[in-house]
């Protein structure tokens, strides 16, 4: 099995691998991150910032939905002084993610 590298840009998602033996099917996860950016966000980072506990939800919820919505409130922005893509970055290294996109303070992430 091949793992699937997507592109994201102003255009949308597309797949750079031109075969289908990827390990969840390359259209089915394309679909899947363009539908979870229309959902609400099911995981909120507050002002206790990148804790352990979180780190745990997220791995549930993606061993769940493969394909989760995050949203970084202003307070944790606050405490952690960070970026918005780096705090994104961080959270999909620690979870063995990898980051789709990053739009305003919401990110998606999804499992390989």
């Known amino acids: 099995m091949k793992e699937v590298t997507l ?10 691998n031109t075969s289908r033996e990827d390990k969840y099917g390359s259209n089915t996860l394309i679909i ?8 609400p966000a099911q995981v909120h980072i507050g002002k206790k910032g990148i804790t352990e506990e979180l780190i745990a939800e997220i791995k549930r919820q993606l061993k769940k939905r493969r394909v989760i919505k995050v949203r970084i409130l202003p307070s944790c922005i606050k405490v ?7 705090i994104a970055k961080r959270v999909a290294e620690k979870c063995n993610a990898r980051l789709a996109g990053v739009r305003g303070y919401t990110f998606v992430i999804y499992k390989v």
Do not use: S, Y
């Open 32 to 39: 899947l991150i363009k539908r979870t950016w229309h959902e």
């Open 80 to 86: 952690l002084n960070m970026d918005r893509r780096e």
């Open 7 to 16: 592109v994201v840009n102003m255009r949308g998602i597309r797949n750079r």
